[in-house]
């Protein structure tokens, strides 16, 4: 399936307006997919496996900004260390810990977000409210000086009720606004971005608009 570059435009001039990252979600495309949306202009791509990332930001070209997306392993935060732009998901201190020592490996601070689970569903990761609390004043206590909590990130329920959709949103929107220091909010995807948008999402992450469907469930 061909990249949607009159879709791009679009979505990007819809968010530029208003002041929101787009986030390009190339996971399972191909480098040259990922190559003709760079050449309509884009820079910040989202992979959600760390091999895959390593792989592609290898080949690619340098000024691409990588953003990682998915549920990162502490044992492989290594191999993106050194060229990571964005860290969406961060879900434990013993993570954020371990961005920090390979930051520091490689002489960077690497940006988190915190991932907070504001979904019914089961399976997303994140931390609660309770939770986000505890690692805040945790990290307000012993500082990680290379791995630096910039924002929240977070998924909304997977249904088709609009109302429910921004709640979560809303829900995220506030806990971000807790925490001055904050400046990212990573929060809609394909499905609702829109709302996102309208809730106060500062970046959003959009695969299949502009690269088409994923086979399989990845
Ligand atoms: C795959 C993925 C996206 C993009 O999903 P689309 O529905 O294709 O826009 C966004 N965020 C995360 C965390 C993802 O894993």
């Not at 990162?72 to 860290?87: E, G, M, R, T």
């Not at 371990?98 to 490996?105: L, R, T, V, Y």
């Not at 995807?189 to 959003?204: F, K, R």
Request: charged share 25%; net charge neutral.
């Amino acid at each position: 399936m061909p990249v949607n570059i009159e879709a791009y435009h679009t979505i990007r001039k819809e968010l530029d307006a208003k002041k929101i990252t787009l986030v390009a979600v190339s996971k399972t495309k191909s480098p040259e997919a990922i190559l003709e949306l760079y050449r309509a202009g884009h820079r910040d791509f989202g992979e959600n496996y760390v091999q895959e990332l390593k792989d592609k930001a290898a080949t690619l070209p340098g000024d691409i900004r990588w953003h990682f997306i998915g549920h990162l392993q502490s044992n492989k935060v290594k191999f993106i260390a050194p060229f990571v732009q964005l860290i969406h998901g961060a879900d434990s201190l013993k993570l954020l810990q371990e961005i920090n020592k390979q930051a520091e490996k490689n002489q960077r601070v690497i940006d988190c977000l915190l991932q907070v689970h504001i979904a019914e569903e089961e399976t997303k990761f994140g931390f609660d409210k309770n939770e986000l609390g505890e690692i805040l004043k945790e990290l307000e206590r012993n500082p990680l000086a290379h791995a630096r909590v910039v924002g929240l990130m977070g998924m909304a329920s997977f249904t088709p009720d609009p109302t429910k959709i921004r709640n979560e949103f809303r829900v995220l929107r506030a806990l971000f606004d807790q925490q001055p220091s904050f400046r990212i909010l990573s929060m809609g995807m394909s499905a609702d971005y829109g709302i996102a948008a309208e809730e106060g999402s500062t970046m959003v992450r959009i695969g299949s608009i502009l690269f088409g469907e994923r086979a399989g469930i990845k």
